[in-house]
């Protein structure tokens, strides 16, 4: 039940000794704020390496053919090595329970024309899975499905800007454009994370440009995922298990480092990974350093708050208090400072991160923020912290006899 008495007897007392209350909320304050600050920096390294690897599948393995340039099994050095659909089916037969997505791709410059717009922009030939390899997102129309690999049919899925330079009078969908000549339907319109470049391009079935392009089955490259449940040491295992099953399938010297290269994003993404941990580790040893540091200053402060009003507490004891009135006097006073000043500590905090923000991507930090449930646990640990540090010795105060207290220097 709302005592009202209690409560401005709470704030009068802190009125009374507005120092006293102004000091022991600046230290829950300040380390709110150093807490807040630290962790939202930590948030914004970890930002910056995700934004290095872009929305792509970091799972994902692409597998680019080359040049021997090692005489190997009575072939000469400097073989052409030449990707075909029957090698995207033979990595499905062989590691297809490893493999999540994977996709074959053709790749083209073409000029790209619509009553009179054109310009140039690169064309992609891939398979549906390339769609969430990618992480594209289609903002209108469809993807390319399999029915268009089965059919061979003329269609065409636009990036953002290409629909933007091309179509800023109407819708895309529906419409016919021209690939160097050749008429295709645009079905579809996508966008992508990682910027206008990701998004001047035209997407069309692969055998549709291997119709195209020399009616062949030929693919420039294979593009993976694996499986999610590897491990970082499994995936870099897998890596090596395709490069050596290519290698021997195409005759390959197991040295040639050129003829099949295979570049296994998790190795990369392994070395973020201990970084970012390292950075964490860091990070979580500094701010709940400042937090600990915060502890022990509202503790202290509790200390010899309640110490300083041991004679307040004898007058109390005269006039009647009970003891469990002067306790929850005390601590309802100490957790209401610590939690206002807490709120005022991760507003500032948030508010610093805010103002600095922009001008730390100089240095490697984007978007610095902190979560609220973080920071408002750290809180409810100080007003805890100090709730404790304060209720042992109210209670030992809150029994001593008023005379006794009254005599308290």
Known sequence: MFDLDLWREIFQSINKNRTRSLLSGFTVAFAILLFTILFGIANGLENTFKEAFGTDANNSIIIFPGKTTKAHKGLQAGRQIQFKNEDYEFILDEF?????????????????????????????AVHPEYMFIENNKISEGRYINQNDLNNITKVAVIGRIVNDELFAKE???????????????????????????????VYIPLTTAQFLYGNNDFI?????TYSPEMNSDQALSFGTQITKTLKDRFSVARSDQRAIRVRNMAQETKQVDML????????????????????VGISNIMIFIVKERTKEIG???????????????????????TAIAGYIGLLIGVGVLEWIGP????????????DNGLVIGATVTLILAGAIAGYLPAKKASRIKPIVALRND
């Open 220 to 224: 420039d490259f294979m593009h993976l």
């Open 96 to 124: 297809g329970d490893k493999v999540q997505y994977i996709t074959s791709k053709v790749n083209r410059n073409v000029t790209v024309s619509f009553k009179g717009e054109k310009n140039n922009y690169q064309l992609r």
């Open 171 to 201: 819708n895309a969908i529906g419409k016919y454009i021209s690939l160097n000549g050749i008429s295709v339907k645009v079905v579809g319109v996508f966008t992508d994370d990682e910027g206008d470049n990701e998004e001047r391009v």
């Open 359 to 370: 001008s730390l991507e100089d240095y490697f930090i984007t978007n610095p923020g902190v």
């Open 315 to 337: 007058i109390r004891k005269a006039l009647g208090a009970s003891p469990r009135s002067i306790v929850s006097i005390i601590l309802i006073e100490s957790m209401l400072v």
């Open 276 to 295: 970012t941990s390292g950075l964490t580790v860091i990070i979580l040893v500094i701010g709940f350093g400042t937090l600990i540091a915060g502890i």
